[in-house]
C-alpha cells in the first residue's frame, strides 16, 4: 500500500489547522480547506511517486500551497473593472455598465420585495415585465414583446415555438458564428427546427429563397440572421429586407430576424453608422425580431422577441419560456434602461450611448488632463490619438476617433506593469502597445477618473 505514512506525507487534519490558512479557512470555511489540502497533498504524492521529488513536503510547504490554492478562488471572484480597452462593449467585461437609474433601481429592488408579478392596483397576480414590454413595442413599433435572459435565448425560443418538427430557411452567407459558441445551425437543431440552406457565402438571391419555398412548401419559416460580428467585402449580395418580407407575406411564412447587437436607435450622430435599428427591421415588414438587452440598448443582460402578437404570444407559452425567463434584477435595470429611451434621457443616462457620443475633442481633453496629473506625479504620460470600437461583434472594422493616455512602467517591464494594473480595486484594463500601456479615454465613464489616476500612479513601480 503506498498511503501517506509509507510516503512520510503530512497529515491533512495538522496541515489543515496551520495558520498559513487562517485566511482561506475564515473566507471558505473549513470544508473547502480540507478539500484544497488534499489536492496539494495529492499532487506532491504523484511527484514523490514519479520520482520527480526526493523527499516530501513539510506541512508549512503544503499549507502554503493550499494557501495559494484559497487565493485563486477568492481572487477569482468578480471585480470592479475600469475598461480603458477602448471597445465600449466588451464582452469579457460584462458589456453595458448600467446608469445611475439602472443601478438604483437595481440596488432598491434587490434590497426587499417586489411586485414582480403583482398588479398594485387590484393586488392580483399580474404578468411580468408589463412596462418593459410596453416600453420595446412603443420604441419599436412592434405590436407585441417578450424578454428572456440573453438574444441566444430569445432564438432558440422563437424557433422551437415556430418551427418545431419543421423547415427553416436560412441564407449560406448567414449561418455564423457568434462570440461564446452561438452557431446558428446549432441553435437551430437545439430548437428542434430543421435547416434548408440557401444560396452561397456570398451570394443569396431573392429566387433562392422562392426555389427553396417551392421546394419545401411546408416550411415553417425563413430566417434572417445579421452577420454582426463579420463584414463580407467584393461580390455579395442579399435581398433587401423588404424584399424578402414581401417574399414571405405573399408565401403566408413568417420572416424572422436575428439581430442580434443592432441598435436600438439609430447611432450615426456618434460615427456610428450602419447598425440596423430593430425599429427598421419591424417597418420593413419583418414578422418578428430578437436582440440583445446589452448590446442593442446598453442595458442589462437581457433578450428580446418582438414582433406580431401571434409569434411572440406562441413564444410565451412554449414550456421552455419559463427556462429562459429574465431575472428580477437584469428586469429592474433594463426597465430603468428603457424609460430612459422613452423619455428622451438616453444619450446621457445609457452610459455606452453616452460615451460613445462624446466629441473626439473631448475625449481628447481628457486624456491630455490625465496626462498632465501623471506627468506632475513623475510618470512618463503622453497621449495619442486611437480608434475606439462598439464592441459586442457590432459593426466590426468600423471605428469612432478617440485618443489615449500612454505610460510607460517607471520600472520592469510594460506586461508587469499590466498586470499590476489588473491586480487591484478596481482592476484597470488597457491595451499593451509599443513598449506602453495604453488608456483609451472613450470608454472610461465619467466618474472613474480619479480611481484610475490612482491606480496607475500606484501601479508604477513594480
Ligand atoms: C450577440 C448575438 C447573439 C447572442 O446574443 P446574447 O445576448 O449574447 O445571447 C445572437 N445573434 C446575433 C446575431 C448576435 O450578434
Known sequence: MQGPDRLRLPRVDRVAARPELDRARAALGE????????AALAEVRRAVLAGARA???????VARDAHERAEAIL???????????????HTNLGRAPLGAKARDAVAELASGYCSLELDLSTGKRGGRARFVEAALCALTGAEAALVVNNCAAAVLLLLAAVARGR???????????????????????ESGATLVEVG??????????????????????????????????????RPALAELAELSRSRGLPLLEDLGGGALVDLSAAGLSGEPTVGASIAAGVSA??????KALGGPQAGAIVGGATLVEAARRHPLARAVRLGRLPMAALEATLAAYLDGSAGRGVPVLALAHATYDEVRRRAERWAEVLRAAGATATVVDTEAELGGGALPGRTVRSAALRVMPAEGGVEAFAARLRDGRPAVIGRVQEGGVLFDARTVLDDEDELLLGRITGSLQG
Open 31 to 38: 470544508r473547502v480547506v480540507v478539500d484544497l489540502v488534499r
Open 55 to 61: 523527499e516530501p513536503p513539510d506541512e508549512a510547504e
Open 75 to 89: 481572487t477569482s471572484r468578480m471585480r470592479r473593472v475600469i475598461n480603458a480597452t477602448g471597445v465600449l462593449l
Open 167 to 189: 423547415e427553416v430557411i436560412v441564407s449560406r452567407g448567414e449561418l455564423v458564428e457568434i462570440g461564446g459558441g452561438f452557431r446558428v445551425p446549432e441553435i437551430m437543431a
Open 200 to 237: 452561397t457565402t456570398n451570394k443569396t438571391r431573392a429566387r433562392d429563397y422562392e426555389r427553396a419555398l417551392d421546394a419545401h412548401p411546408a416550411a415553417a419559416a425563413i430566417l434572417r440572421v445579421h452577420q454582426s460580428n463579420f463584414v463580407q467585402m467584393g461580390f455579395v449580395e
Open 289 to 294: 425580431v430578437t436582440f440583445s438587452g446589452d
